[in-house]
């Protein structure tokens, strides 16, 4: 059964850079598309990133060029690389697991992780 862990959250200032990490805990499956969303204080849970059990990466465009989303599949853990961090880049960041990838996240979402707090002050 998948279980979702995310770490690496905390705050930092602006321009500054954080590594989130999320672990299947729960299962040895590496088969499933595996993302990121964001929930910023009073908005809506946003996709920002997906990766393919293939290495097959996608970027909502707020991000490209500034994240990067891995996948080690030896531990069942996808790591998201935030670089050149932005106040606007604040929220819960959670990882899910998808029937498939979009630029939006992954979509039709399995499984979601418990969320860790982002921070990025100016």
């Known amino acids: 059964q998948v279980q979702l862990v995310e770490a690496g959250g905390g705050e930092v200032q602006n321009g500054g850079s954080l590594r989130l990490s999320c672990t299947d805990v729960g299962s040895t499956a590496n088969c499933y598309p595996r993302g990121w969303f964001r929930q910023a204080p009073g908005g809506d849970r946003l996709g920002v990133s997906c990766i393919t059990s293939d290495g097959v990466t996608y970027y909502q465009d707020s991000v490209k060029g500034r994240f990067i989303i891995s996948r080690d599949n030896a531990t069942n853990t996808i790591y998201l690389q935030m670089n050149r961090l932005k106040p606007e880049d604040t929220g819960l960041y959670y990882c899910?697991?998808?029937?498939?990838?979009?630029?939006?996240?992954?979509?039709?979402?399995?499984?979601w992780g418990r969320g860790v707090q982002v921070t990025v002050s100016s």
């Open positions: 899910a697991t998808g029937e498939r990838c979009s630029t939006w996240g992954p979509i039709a979402v399995r499984n």
